[in-house]
DNA sequence: GCTACTTTGTGCCTGCGTTCACGAGCGGCT
DNA sequence: AGCCGCTCGTGAACGCAGGCACAAAGTAGC
């Protein structure tokens, strides 16, 4: 393994957090509020969703996987009861998250599974595929690049880049890893929509702006560093370091609580009912 | 009656959104006990804030990342605004959060860097090294175990367990995988407090199971599962596939007004990107 | 010692997100 | 055909989080 200069660069001013859902949503929300105000009716041909609250987005994802697991046992409808529980979610958040792409469910019955797949898909864009393009091939890098669910999930790997010029030049999977400069012309090349960023911290920015440059407008961060970038682009940031503090302070908390309440067994004797019950 | 997901356990409702900040954050706001009397002075060794946000958990574990960036630099103290720049978000924010942790700044000099940095640490438990579990040494569990920023942040690895024959028995860095039966043993002997999933899906609940019964009180999960586990347990979701899509939806929301270069109100009139039409 | 300046800490307001509760539609049963 | 029960869709209430703006508190300068 090669030991590369970790270490966090300088860092710059003046960012956004990406991680951060509800200022994102802040951001996202752009008035969508239509004109018709008048009958409440609406026998408008637009059964167009109202913007999409960005919590929502965020849980549509998962909707969607579970309704692949609902599909799998060859239900054709689903309640919001149901599909919630497979979800992790509230029944009524189910139900509204829905209702802000115009869903539709049929009362009595539920939603039909088919359906909801394809309209979920829609409204995320997945109907289109998104090439997607990987710079740092290093230990992370490799694991994501031999990851099928890229692939498997409509996100074709479609570039790697490295500075290594051991790396430079190999295959993964069928695709060739180019050298770090080519960014630009490479993704513009093959329309990369969507960058993940692999290297260390210190080159993340770089990489970035790059990014940025070639056109790529969605970045899935993996390096510990807040990127800067132009409000049109987005950032996702995965941070392994700060979902470990958390559970550390969760542990802390709770551990300075008591240590040893419960330990084996006993999970599902209580039928605790609603997901909070404190 | 639909059919229940096969993946899912009997096990019922109750599960949690590990994901969403939000809902975690109600979830976790325990009332504190201490009054807090606290005398600005002197940091007793309980200086255990009121309780504190999950949101502002989620950033403090950033602010510290940025601490570490500003202590190279050898600067004492800092200022809100120089380091919620570098954290990336709002400066009244930062402050904020720090009041949350009782913290002390000096008024009209800003944040003594060291002081900050331990109280933060102590906030977020890391002034205790939490035993770090790693289930599932694949393509994925390969890289995070070789990844060094585990242990680089008080996260020492301490045992890897797998299934498959090929890797029980083998050496990662120094680390023994063993078989994913003793699991409850190993875990208990070392103080594991935190375990991290990287076994395929179909195993993670079943996984999940076990690092629960051995005491195991927070989990991070690669898988793309919801888990279910008892309320005292934290799990934090790591879905790569949810990032994407969520990256996704906005690829197809700014995709359709193209190359935008001022953000003007214009975006009034042409209603509604949520639903794509094409 | 007093004034002016800097920066923190926080009260207040706004707005999003979650949840409850209930009306509205739909299928099935008699 | 009509009634019954099930489940969706959503209005309204509530609570948390974000951000502004200002008073408090300390420093530096004179
Ligand atoms: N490995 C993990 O499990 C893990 C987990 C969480 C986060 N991360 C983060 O992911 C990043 C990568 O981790 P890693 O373990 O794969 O590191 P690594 O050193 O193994 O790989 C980094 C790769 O990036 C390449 N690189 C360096 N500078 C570059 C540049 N300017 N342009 C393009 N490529 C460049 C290197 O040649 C190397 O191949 C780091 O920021 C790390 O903090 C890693
Ligand atoms: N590889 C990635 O980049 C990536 C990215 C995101 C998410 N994931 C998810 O992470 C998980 C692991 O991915 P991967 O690519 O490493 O898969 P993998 O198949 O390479 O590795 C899975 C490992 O888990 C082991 N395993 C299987 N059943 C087990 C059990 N019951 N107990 C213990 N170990 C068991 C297998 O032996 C194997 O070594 C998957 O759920 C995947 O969806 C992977």
Redesign the pocket.
């Known amino acids: 393994m090669t030991v590369p200069p970790q270490a966090d660069p300088p860092v710059g001013p003046g960012s956004r957090?990406a991680q951060?859902?509800?200022?994102a949503?802040?951001r996202a929300?752009v008035a969508a509020k239509l004109a018709a105000a008048g009958s409440?009716g609406s026998a408008v041909p637009h059964p167009e969703a109202r913007s999409v609250?960005?919590?929502?987005v965020a849980?549509l994802a998962v909707y969607l996987r579970a309704l692949g697991d609902v599909s799998a046992t060859g239900a054709e409808t689903?309640?919001?009861?149901?599909?919630s529980a497979a979800a992790g979610?509230?029944?009524?958040?189910l139900?509204?998250?829905?209702?802000y792409i115009g869903?539709?469910?049929?009362?009595?019955?539920?939603?039909e599974v088919s359906r909801l797949i394809r309209q979920i898909e829609l409204v995320l864009g997945l109907t289109q595929r998104h090439a997607v393009a990987l710079i740092g091939v290093g230990n992370l890098g490799h694991a994501l690049a031999g990851y099928g669910g890229f692939a498997g999930r409509g996100f074709p790997l479609r570039a790697l880049f490295d500075v290594d010029p051991d790396l430079v030049g190999i295959n993964i999977n069928g695709i060739l890893v180019e050298h770090v400069e080519r960014i630009g012309e490479v993704c513009a090349g093959l329309d990369v929509t969507i960058g993940v960023i692999a290297t260390p911290g210190a080159a993340a920015q770089l990489v970035c702006d790059r990014l940025v440059a070639a056109g790529v407008r969605s970045i899935l961060n993996f390096a510990p560093v807040v990127l800067q970038v132009p409000a049109r682009v987005e950032v996702r940031k995965v941070d392994l370091a700060v979902e470990l503090q958390i559970l550390s302070f969760h542990v802390a908390r709770r551990g300075d609580d008591q240590v040893d309440p419960a330990p084996p067994a006993a999970r599902n004797g209580p039928a605790v009912p609603?997901?909070?019950r404190r």
């Open positions: 957090d951060d859902v509800a200022a949503a802040a929300r409440p609250p960005e919590a929502t849980r689903v309640s919001s009861e149901d599909l979610v509230n029944p009524a958040k139900r509204k998250d829905l209702s869903s539709n469910g049929t009362r009595g019955v539920g939603y609603a997901v909070v």
